[in-house]
């Protein structure tokens, strides 16, 4: 990423940019849309106040008290997010990279992505609506259309058939407090369930334990099937 | 926190102050606490198969490893991150009392969820025990446990367990006084630990704990303020919410994510270490029957199998035959003309002859019908749910009847309660906390008030509708289970709040001992004993009294429009209402002997059996429905139980007498 010999890359100066808006979107999900603050932060994160260059190219909204990001930042802020959190979803569930790695390597990979790769790599994974760090990933417009010529990696429990096995790869709960009963039930990222019947609900094996639920619960288990 | 630590040891002599130290059984749920709770204290508590079923703290003492213990035994908890009510029981037990020990007991069979359980419990601070229970059964399963290794890994004593035949309980009463701080407890993201630790900054530093309670307001668990109030040194409450405001802003993922990453870590370590498990070859022949029992076909049949075996055995056998028995022969033949023979000789006042074995006495009314009509039936139904209990096979009919359920805004758990219900449901309605929303706690106390008749009713209902036309039956039937899907569906779109999804873990299936069935029947039978017999006489009493002042016949004048007119009963019918009052069921046995006794046609029979079955409860069940669910919602449902019975009686009547179904 240093010297980059293909013109289509982005510079780095390019690259400092797209971080920011990400830094001031991230921030703004938060609640935090204060000058200094923002400006605390892109100093820290990014050893650079960009904020008034941000502003000259139309990207930020500097009126006022507040920072805001204007239509064309937000888009770009977003589209770079949802590269950067699917990057991280591909490297968790697909290619199995521990932990540790997967932030810094999502964090190029965020900048390289066009956005047709980043919409084969969300067809792949079943439009995942979260990054394994539990963020959302904006959708884009392969969710729109819902795309599904490409077989998805990674599926809700709901479609794995009775007698077949799948091991869990992530838990999206639209309300958090059954996402930690199902931690402390044992259904946990990484261990291996077999789904023994759907009706008249789910009833599934983890290790020593049965647990029976119903369809609210796993559709928002996602799995990945094994054979 | 009824009788707990701090005034307990108030309470006791001087000299023995320094030697009562205070332990607490924690664990999840159905893993054997209550079975441990007994073996320390010898006092026993209401063991079941079915998560969710101590819902209370029990207390006791103990005397072992040469100190004096009080014990007190917790609602089952999946996590401490408390989200129902009897987690936060559990919890707030913890905070409040700070006992002096804690034990944990686990299921051998699931060491990572024990360490997870475990490193929360390290988080309260108190030396600790760990007690592996059901180690047979982990056995059975190939599994093996390094237990010495993992001894020395937590830094507390391990025990392996059996608890229900007595195995390990001596090493583990020695244990308990070489318990030990935990030298593990989970990993937290760096950032994570420094909001947590500037939000221990404004508790006083003579309570143990702060990090269970800074974990919990973190997570937005709003239930643990008044524990964080009564830690928060003074002047630091304000400091305090928006130290909790800036930690929960500071993150973007969910906080319980972030926990558990924190202890997952740690578990798989140790885990990894000190277990092994050797593939077991396929399920033994219970493992399918719980299997089976949950698939459409067969599982459907089987329960219908077991509605069949309950009716044969509490209504036919229990309802039949035993109060057959003890009716005619036992009270009929030599209990009450013996009395009577004695009273008459022995008490020189007419008036309290009449008191005691009179048309309305003591002993032959309230005695012959508790006794003779009731303790029957309530005996076999008990023995039959115990069994069920025990057998692990509700919690897989749960999943039968979840989408039943669903129609009126619950779902499968409420399985329990509404079987309970069919013995006792005042019984039942205690375990309504069993259910995570309000909501669903509210439309199930109202589904239970109505809709769902309890065993000494049944016998009295069974009894009357015997040798009539099945058609009796099916309008009973279907009144009952249309009313109680029409009023759930209803209480479902108009009381707000919202539905929980259906989860629940199975135990395995496993064949139950007859000890444990017998103590919990006797348990069951001495709390209903308890509660009905004072009942029964006092009802009686006030039926003598109105009598005697001649009130009951003006009473039944005033009421007879309404009765003789709108449900088409006899007069004498008002009496029977009156005492079902105090309880339906003594209101059912009323209308029993009137069936008996010739006084009803087959549509007075459907009618009264209908608007009996309706009515409220009983007093008791009254009580503990305001206790459970506050006095509005109480009256409320009174208030709309007792319309509704009568409303839909007199329909009933209306519909009955101009068509000739009956």
Redesign the interface.
């Given at each position: 990423m240093q010297t980059s010999p293909m013109t289509k890359l982005p510079s780095e100066h390019d690259e400092m940019i797209e971080e920011a808006l990400g830094v001031i979107l991230?921030a703004s999900?938060?609640?935090?849309t204060g000058r200094p603050e923002i400006e605390a932060l892109l100093t820290s994160r990014l050893n650079s106040n960009v904020l008034k260059e941000l502003g000259e190219r139309g990207m930020v909204d500097l009126k006022g008290e507040s920072v805001s990001l204007t239509v064309d930042g937000e888009a770009r802020a977003k589209s770079l997010m949802r590269r950067s959190r699917l990057a991280e979803r591909l490297l968790k569930d697909v290619l199995n990279v521990p932990d540790e790695f997967i932030e810094p390597a999502a964090c190029q990979w965020e900048h390289i992505l066009s956005k047709e790769v980043a919409d084969s790599i969300c067809t792949l994974l079943g439009h995942p609506k979260q990054s394994p760090?539990?963020?959302p990933i904006p959708p884009g417009e392969c969710c729109r259309t819902s795309l599904t010529q490409v077989a998805p990696v990674v599926q809700p429990l709901s479609k794995i058939a009775p007698g077949q096995s799948a091991r869990i790869s992530y838990l999206l709960m639209k309300q958090?407090?059954?996402?930690?009963?199902?931690?402390?039930?044992?259904l946990?990222p990484g261990t291996t369930v077999e789904v023994?019947?759907h009706?008249?609900?789910f009833?599934v094996q983890v290790?020593?334990?049965?647990?029976?639920?119903?369809e609210?619960?796993a559709e928002g288990v996602f799995v990945h099937p094994r054979p | 926190m009824t009788s707990a630590s701090p005034n307990l040891i108030e309470g006791t002599p001087p000299g023995q102050t320094r030697d009562l130290r205070t332990l607490a059984i924690v664990g999840h749920p159905n893993v054997g606490k209550s079975v441990i709770f007994h073996a320390l204290t010898g006092k026993y508590v209401n063991v079941s198969n079915f998560p969710g079923t101590t819902v209370d703290l029990s207390m006791g003492r103990g005397k072992f490893g040469n100190a004096e213990w009080s014990v007190c035994d917790t609602p089952g908890v999946i996590s401490l991150r408390a989200r129902t009510d009897d987690e936060r029981v559990a919890r707030d037990f913890l905070l409040e009392t700070e006992p002096d020990v804690i034990l944990q007991v686990a299921d051998a069979k699931n060491l990572s969820k024990a360490i997870h359980l475990t490193l929360e419990l390290s988080e309260f601070n108190k030396p600790m025990v760990l007690a592996l229970n059901m180690a047979d059964e982990a056995q059975d399963r190939g599994i093996t446990i390094d237990f010495q290794r993992l001894s020395a890994l937590l830094g507390i004593p391990v025990i392996e367990t059996v608890a229900i035949n007595g195995e390990g309980i001596p090493a583990l009463k020695e244990a308990l006084s070489a318990a030990r701080l935990l030298k593990v407890g989970p990993r937290y993201d760096r950032q994570l630990v420094e909001s947590l630790e500037k939000i221990e900054t404004s508790f006083s530093a003579d309570r143990t704990g702060h990090r269970a309670v800074a974990i919990s307001l973190f997570n937005n668990d709003r239930t643990v303020w008044n524990q964080a109030a009564s830690r928060a040194t003074a002047g630091r409450l304000g400091q305090l919410e928006a130290d909790v405001a800036e930690a929960q802003k500071r993150f973007s993922r969910p906080a319980e994510l972030m926990m558990f990453e924190g202890k997952q870590h740690v578990v798989q370590e140790i885990v990894g270490e000190v277990l092994a498990v050797k593939k077991p070859g396929g399920r033994g022949w219970l493992g399918k029957l719980g299997l089976w029992s949950m698939r459409p076909f067969p599982g459907y049949l089987i329960a219908a199998l077991a509605l069949y075996s309950m009716y044969q055995f509490v209504g036919v056998f229990g309802a039949g035959f035993l109060v057959g028995v003890m009716e005619n022969d036992v009270f009929g033949r030599f209990i009450n003309p013996a009395v009577t023979k004695a009273v008459n000789f022995a008490v020189p006042f007419p008036i309290v002859r009449d008191a005691i074995v009179g048309e309305y006495g003591v002993m032959t009314m309230a005695l012959t019908y508790a006794f003779a009509l009731i303790l029957p039936i309530v005996t076999t139904f008990f023995l039959f749910f115990s069994f069920l209990e025990d057998s692990g096979y509700l919690p897989r009919l749960a999943v039968m009847m979840d989408r039943f359920f669903r129609l009126m805004g619950l779902n499968g758990r409420a399985v329990l309660p509404m079987v309970l219900g069919l013995g006792c449901d005042t019984m039942a309605t205690v375990t309504t906390r069993i259910m995570d929303t309000k909501k669903e706690k509210i439309i199930l106390s109202l589904l239970l008030t109505l809709a769902v008749p309890c065993s000494a009713q049944l016998g009295a209902i069974l009894g009357m509708a015997a040798g009539l036309s099945w058609r009796v039956w099916f309008i009973w039937i279907g009144v009952l289970s249309g009313t109680m899907m029409l009023v759930g569906w209803a209480a479902a779109k108009v009381i707000p709040g919202s539905r929980s999804p259906f989860l629940v873990e199975l135990p395995p299936l496993r064949l139950p001992k007859f000890g444990n069935i017998a103590k919990k029947v006797k348990m069951r039978l001495k709390w209903y004993t308890k509660e009905v017999i004072p009942l029964f006489v006092l009802a009686t009493f006030v039926l003598f009294i109105l009598d005697k002042i001649h009130l009951l016949s003006r009473i039944t004048t005033l009421a007879s429009p309404f009765v003789v007119g709108f449900l088409g009963l006899p007069a004498l019918a008002t009496e029977s209402f009156l005492i079902g009052f105090f309880r339906r069921d003594y209101g059912a046995a009323g209308f029993f002997q009137m069936a008996q006794a010739g006084l009803l046609d087959p549509r007075q029979v459907a009618v009264s059996m209908v608007v009996i079955t309706l009515f409220m409860p009983c007093v008791a069940h009254l009580l503990i429905t305001i206790k459970e669910r506050g006095f509005r919602v109480a009256m409320l449902i009174s208030a709309f139980v007792f319309g509704f019975a009568l409303l839909v009686g007199g329909s009933l009547n209306w519909i009955l007498q101009r068509t000739s179904f009956l």
């Open positions: 991230e999900e938060s609640g935090t760090r539990h963020q958090h407090p059954e996402l930690d009963r199902l931690l402390s039930m044992g946990v023994l019947q009706y008249p609900t009833v290790n020593e334990s049965q647990i029976a639920f119903d609210a619960i | -």
